[in-house]
């Protein structure tokens, strides 16, 4: 059993149909539910949620100030490398773009450990292209072994690992895993990932679970936004992070909602989802997995993500940068994607304080 | 609609079980069961202790029942196995019910024995129906060890004090995939029928029978109330109250520009 | 000769069979259920068993319970 049965089960599922027989009523049916059911979430996610948004809002933002608190946790991204073999056809760092390739000395890790560490943060994402030769695990390690020294928590956004590389990985310090499928239907997968490792759906698809297996403490998974039907990618993956949930009671789940974003390589967005759509995302998966992590990155604007806040957002990304090496070198690299939310992470403190939500800088640290 | 209730390889049309215990006498037994509609019975063996005749309890349960012993007496897991092994032998069908107790004052079960003897008799080809006391991790044990269903108390044996442990039945019916039965602790028609409006799949009912001023009536009104419960929740409850509309709402910024 | 009889010992005279020790102490064979060391006897074997020194039995019954 992995998660790709749970994909089989609903692979054929004439959504159309089960949108069109989605009423008002049933909808407000399942405002009242403790618990909700996975058809409840997808009809949470059918246009005819679209009329009790403002109630649903309400009932999301009471939910997640019950299990959260007016808290958001703040992480920044810090790219390592950007090598890659993979040719997606919607991503800036695909193998077939002309761009200039690189990725950082250790020394290189620690000046921008250090410039990051100034702002006071403590959760940190590191990502690189898929390049077993340029990036492999063992240099994400060492990488690893000098963030420890300024970060108590480290995630990982990085291609698929097999489960004892996790492992390898979450001994080095490494707690956290970002794996965003992309895209769940199969079908589109296949079309839009030409070449590369990555063409392999399963592998991807079960990646998550090999590092839970693995022990690692927190997971968020995600569709990119723009590549297929948003409705039925939002609802695989919710059943993803709620299969997770179930299977590994111990692990923080969360999913990140990302649209896509202008970058180079020019892919335009094949499905438009409009801020409505994004926020009505949000609030199903909040009634859906109450407890469930969203982590929103500064691919959203300021004065969208400053809307979203109350909605069910857990975790938000400050002082992002997507290029690598991008805080410490003076020219101005080529990004994985162009970010809309620049402001720092001071900025950022003062907004959420205004909203009346505490920044969280550390929420843990292992003790070893 | 037709709701079959598929349960340790039989289909049943009632899902309300019933204890045989604290009876005045077991003649009454037949019209208890056909006044509640009750398929299942629960019986416990015990070592003969008077040397005296005394009817055989099985000669009063119809013939269309399953009987479910149960292995009350056991104080561990090996125990609740010698016992589960012996009913089994005596002829009573695979179904078991274990009931783990080595706690005298509240006659709490031992969940940690519970998952043991269900991991072993699972493993024998028993439909294992464990009682418990709800714990979400330890039903996920039993779920594992291969348990028919999971059996949590609503309060303690026989205390008719209704479904104290509500909160945590909620969070086995959500989480855990196997039917969900209520033991102990029912002590009216009402606590049944909120039990199945949760989404139990059925109810285990004695002593609130059996103390009855008049068990038959009482029995009559029990499986008309699981039947109104089951009903209640395959209706799907309507909505009971819609938010009030906020006075800063939280989605207006998508109509502005 | 003492055997173990629902965990007690018991003095029991030699040759007795399980079906004898049941009938002197006044058991209807279609009510109880008996476990010879520790195995399951039929109805049918009682007569042909005799019991020897430290054997243990226990008679059982079904009762009601819940």
Not at chain 1, 275 to 297: C, E, H
Not at chain 2, 156 to 180: A, V
Not at chain 2, 223 to 250: D, H, I, K, M, N
């Amino acid at each position: 059993m992995s998660f790709y049965q749970k994909y089989l089960r609903y692979r054929d599922f004439d959504f159309n149909e089960f949108f069109n027989s989605v009423t008002v009523a049933e909808v407000g049916r399942i405002l009242d539910k403790h618990r909700l059911s996975e058809l409840d979430y997808l009809a949470l996610l059918s246009p005819a949620a679209e009329d009790l948004l403002e109630e649903i809002a309400q009932r999301a933002h009471r939910l997640t100030v019950q299990h959260f608190g007016r808290t958001i946790l703040l992480y920044t991204p810090m790219y390592l490398a950007n090598y890659c073999v993979n040719r997606c056809v919607y991503c800036g760092f695909a193998a077939h773009n002309q761009i200039k390739r690189e990725k950082l000395t250790l020394e290189e890790v620690e000046a921008e450990a250090r410039v990051i560490a100034a702002t006071g943060l403590k959760h940190i994402l590191i990502l690189t292209g898929e390049s077993r030769h340029h990036s492999p695990v063992s240099y994400i390690r060492d990488c690893v072994k000098v963030l420890k020294k300024y970060f108590t928590s480290i995630s990982i956004e990085i291609y698929p690992l097999e489960e004892a590389e996790y492992g390898e990985l979450i001994a080095a310090g490494v707690d956290g895993l970002t794996l965003y499928q992309e895209v769940y239907n199969e079908e589109v997968y296949g079309q839009l990932h030409l070449a590369g490792p990555k063409r392999d759906y399963l592998w991807r698809l079960e990646a998550p679970e090999r590092a839970c297996r693995a022990g690692i403490r927190t997971v968020n998974v995600g569709a990119l936004l723009g590549l297929h039907d948003w409705r039925s990618e939002a609802f695989f993956t919710g059943l993803h992070a709620n299969y997770l949930q179930n299977r590994y009671t111990d692990v923080e789940v969360s999913i990140s909602p990302p649209r896509m974003r202008p970058h180079v390589g020019g892919f335009p967005p094949r499905v438009v989802v409009s801020d409505k759509n994004l926020v009505q995302y949000i609030l199903a998966f909040r009634l859906f997995m109450p407890r469930g992590g969203i982590t929103l990155s500064t691919r959203e604007s300021a004065t969208l993500r400053d809307r979203l806040l109350p909605l069910g957002i857990t975790k938000m990304s400050a002082g992002s940068c997507t290029a690598v090496g991008g805080r410490v070198k003076g020219e101005e690299p080529v990004g994985q994607f162009d970010i809309s939310d620049d402001r720092d992470v001071r900025a950022m403190v003062s907004m959420l304080y205004k909203q009346g939500y505490q920044p969280v800088f550390k929420d843990w640290q292992t003790l070893d | 609609m037709k709701d079959v209730f598929h349960i340790g390889g039989k289909e049943l049309t009632s899902r309300l079980f019933l204890g045989t215990g604290k009876y005045s006498s077991n003649q009454m037994i037949p019209s208890i069961m056909e006044a509640s509609g009750a398929q299942v019975v629960t019986v416990a063996m015990r070592r003969v202790d008077t040397d005296f005749e005394e009817e055989n309890i099985l000669n009063h349960i119809p013939a269309h029942c399953v009987i479910m012993p149960n292995t009350s007496g056991a104080r561990n897991a090996r125990e609740a196995v010698r016992i589960a092994r012996l009913a089994r032998a005596a002829g009573c069908g695979d179904w078991i019910k274990i009931e783990v107790i080595s706690d005298n004052r509240y006659l709490l079960p031992d969940n940690y024995e519970t998952i043991k003897a269900t991991e072993t008799l699972a493993a024998e080809g028993f439909k294992v129906f464990p009682y418990m006391s709800p714990d979400l991790m330890v039903a996920k044990e039993l779920e594992k060890a291969g348990a028919a269903a999971v059996m949590p108390l609503g309060a303690p044996i026989g205390s008719n004090r209704g479904l104290k442990t509500k909160e945590l039945i909620r969070i086995l019916i959500e989480e855990i995939s196997l039917p969900i039965i209520v033991d102990a602790g029912i002590g009216k028609p009402s606590e049944a029928a909120e039990a199945m409006e949760m989404g139990a799949a059925a109810v285990l009912v004695n002593t609130a029978v059996a103390t009855a001023r008049d068990p038959v009536v009482m029995a009559r009104a029990f499986g008309l109330a699981v039947q109104a419960g089951r009903a209640a929740f395959l209706a799907g409850p309507g909505a009971t109250r819609r938010y009030a509309s906020a006075s800063s709402p939280l989605t207006g910024f998508l109509r502005e520009d | 000769m003492k055997i173990f009889y629902n965990g007690r010992e018991l003095i029991v005279e030699d040759g007795s069979t399980i079906a004898g020790l049941l009938g002197r102490r006044g058991l209807n064979p279609d009510t109880v259920i008996v476990e010879y060391n520790y195995r399951l006897v039929k109805k049918e074997e009682w007569s042909s068993i005799t019991l020897q020194e430290n054997d243990s039995i226990e008679v059982l019954r079904f009762v009601g319970g819940g």
